[in-house]
């Protein structure tokens, strides 16, 4: 059944690898793109799948010489051959086996991440600013470029609000599930008396949207230039170069004042405003299948948390798949991994005993 599966996959690398190069295919930009995607993914699987004949094959050696050979060392050799390609066979089939999942078609995209303090005041900004820092180290520990989109200080430190877009492969796959209400409970570094505060902050991932993917018709987007500030509304500069577009169909209002070129904060602010524009529609479209659907919360309120940051006890809790981690400073320098991972496993494992595979 696996091997039908595989040389269904390689049939179909096959023909995107044969048709790829058609003169007609490459002048539209939107399949090619599309193919080149697909492709990209495909070879993962094409490999994958070689290397699980190939252990097939390697049983079958080890069978024909157990069944066939006199000489003991011979017969030794088969045995340890026997054993180590049934390993390979049992840990390939199991890893393509998720491979072949359907995969969400906007996990290979980029993301733009928002974050905002919710409850808790200076704390929940001040929290805000760690998780910018979390996700910030995550991203380049793998390499990922980050690029900063829009900030608003917090008073004490960290940030009300902070918009960045994070740049790499299969950006959105790994991080879509870190949306969501983030809980932390510790002694805040304005208290005096050493209570412990609960704060929270909300985390939002957005596939970015490019420009196949939602149409934006500037004749309904009002553009607003001003000038860039600081915290506490201090302008930082006498300039214009501040961008704030708002999509007048629905009210979706996206701005950036990061760079000191007009044009370039106009860029920034359009790909933030189509990302958010795509998520409307991706919305839509999954309102219809609620066990796929990925949330986005969108309020601080505490009682929608996700996962909860607890400074006395050093633990780390996600509240989906009851996961506790003992390791809160590791955690907030960016080692995200080992929750996202998690995350990952108990998703896959799901979707495949819905497919009867376990």
């Excluded at 570094?189 to 412990?196: A, I, K, L, M």
């Excluded at 957005?206 to 500037?218: G, I, K, S, W, Y």
């Excluded at 500030?229 to 930082?236: A, E, F, R, T, W």
């Excluded at 577009?245 to 189509?274: F, I, W, Y």
Aim: proline content about 3%.
């Amino acid at each position: 059944m696996l091997l039908e599966k595989i040389d269904i996959i390689d049939k179909r690398y096959n023909e995107i690898y044969q048709t790829i190069g058609n003169p007609d295919i490459i002048a539209d930009q939107k399949k090619y793109i599309q193919l080149n995607k697909e492709l990209k993914e495909l070879s993962k699987l094409v490999e994958k799948g070689k290397l699980y004949k190939d252990a097939i094959e390697q049983k079958k050696e080890a069978e024909k010489y157990l069944n066939t050979s006199d000489d003991q060392d011979m017969i030794d050799m088969a045995k340890e051959q026997l054993d180590a390609s049934k390993d390979s066979i049992n840990i390939l089939g199991e890893e393509i086996k998720i491979m072949l999942i359907p995969k969400d078609p906007d996990d290979s995209k980029n993301v733009v991440i928002e974050i905002r303090a919710g409850t808790g005041g200076d704390e929940a900004s001040i929290f805000a600013g760690d998780l910018y820092r979390m996700y910030t180290k995550f991203a380049q520990d793998r390499k990922w470029k980050i690029i900063v989109v829009d900030t608003s200080e917090g008073t004490a430190g960290g940030f009300k609000e902070v918009i960045f877009e994070i740049i790499g492969d299969d950006v959105y796959g790994v991080l879509k599930y870190e949306s969501g209400v983030h809980r932390v409970q510790r002694v805040p570094q304005t208290e005096t008396q050493g209570r412990v505060h609960t704060s929270a902050a909300t985390v939002m991932v957005l596939p970015e949207a490019e420009e196949f993917d939602v149409e934006v018709n500037m004749s309904e987007v009002r553009v607003d230039y001003f000038c860039s500030s600081g915290p506490g509304g201090q302008s930082v500069n006498t300039t214009y170069s501040a961008v704030r577009l708002t999509h007048e169909p629905t009210g979706v209002v996206a701005q950036c004042q990061d760079q000191k070129s007009q044009h370039k904060n106009k860029e920034k602010a359009m790909r933030v405003l189509r990302s958010r524009l795509y998520e409307i529609e991706l919305n839509k479209r999954m309102e219809s299948d609620s066990q796929k659907r990925n949330e986005l919360v969108k309020s601080g309120d505490r009682s929608a948390k996700i996962r909860t940051y607890n400074y006395p006890q050093g633990r780390v809790t996600d509240h989906r798949i009851g996961l506790t981690l003992y390791d809160l400073p590791k955690i907030l320098d960016g080692d995200v991994s080992k929750l996202i991972d998690e995350i990952q496993l108990f998703i896959n494992t799901e979707r495949l005993k819905e497919a009867g595979e376990v």
